[in-house]
């Protein structure tokens, strides 16, 4: 008897198998398809607007540049790929009755859904990777290649500073009149050396450079020790700066822009920032950013699959018209965070979470409303 009551039970697990695969079958298969052909339009489009300065540079350039270019546009536009595969399969279950069928046999609508929602959850996972690891260099190498916006060539090291000053790690201050992190030199150079805000060390050089086997190596100035009300003083030709343990890439990264830093390197230059008495707002904003974006995939799976659940009754086109407006208005919300945060107008965590704050309440609540329909 006991085997006679588990047999039913068998066979409903195995058919919610079936069921989930026919499920995600038909929604990766629009999901890869969205996804391809918004990054072969993105390509294109980007490329014909862009061919007269891109005909006029050579092939390798162009390969180079897209190819790098990618990762940033599998970025842009997966979370509409993931809005419009959503949409399309689950209202293709909708206007099949699919829906209707195991609804009336006590399946709930979370149930027959979940496996979407987990890729979701998975596909934000994978982007919140993918963001940190990959489009960090792949955008590093796109911006040393020339922007199709300039007839300049924008490749090389872009680090030049004058009247720069530095703070160390371990208080120390360097005012540089000039610095360039191309070469790891600076010119009419001074460092003081601090301990509970009375100086220990004065240097005074004409430049500075930098070496992986001996560090930083002053040349041509006067080093001052002050011992109490005393003062002792030496000139040099050269002098190894021992103890400073700060590298150049620490003064002035190659790496000044925000997308080319991974969230290691954002932290770094947010500590950097902060010790040298400047503002972080557009690193600490991008840094938060970083887990916020990645969570949209999840957000559009929810929003695109609660609004086609209905379409039966309320249309697929409209459902669609509606779930990219919502995407529209959501997208706003994340670039207007973004610039408020940077401008420094509200707290850089508010701003990176402004869009999510926003629109996450939304997307629960149609979920919400179609499962219980």
Known sequence: MVAALQAPKARNAENM?????????????????????????FVVIDFVGN?????????????????????????????????LASVFSVGKLAKQLELVAL?????????????????????????????????????HRRFQINEPETDDFSGGDPRERYNYIYTGQDGTLLYFQHYTGERKEGDN????????????????????????????????????????????????????????ADRPEDLLDERIYPDEMSMRELHRRISIALRNGDTAFAPQTDWNFRIASALVNFFMVLIGAA????????????????????????????RLGLVMGENGSIPPILAAWLGNLMFAPLAFYLWWKAARV
């Open 17 to 41: 198998k079936i069921y989930t695969r026919h499920i995600l079958k038909g929604f990766l298969g629009l999901f890869v398809l969205c996804f391809l052909s918004a990054v072969l339009v």
């Open 307 to 334: 609004l086609a659940v209905n379409a039966v009754r309320s249309g697929l086109a409209r459902n669609f018209g509606v779930a990219l407006l919502i995407t529209f208005l959501y997208y706003v919300a994340l």
């Open 189 to 244: 150079v001074t460092a003081l050396r601090l301990q509970n805000g009375r100086p220990l060390m004065r240097v005074d050089a004409v430049s500075i450079n930098w070496y992986p086997d001996s560090g930083w190596v002053f040349y041509d100035g006067t080093r001052r020790e002050f011992h109490g009300d005393s003062v002792s003083a030496e000139t040099f030709r050269t002098w190894r700066f021992a103890g400073f």
């Open 103 to 139: 609804r009336s046999a006590g399946v709930s609508v979370t149930r027959i859904l979940s496996p979407m929602l987990v890729f979701g959850v998975l596909v934000s996972a994978g982007m919140f990777y993918f963001q940190d690891k990959v489009l960090p260099d792949a955008n």
């Open 51 to 83: 061919s007269r300065i891109w005909l006029s540079r050579p092939s390798a350039d162009r390969y180079r540049y897209y190819l790098n270019y990618l990762p940033y546009i599998a970025y842009l536009v997966c979370p509409i790929a993931v809005l």
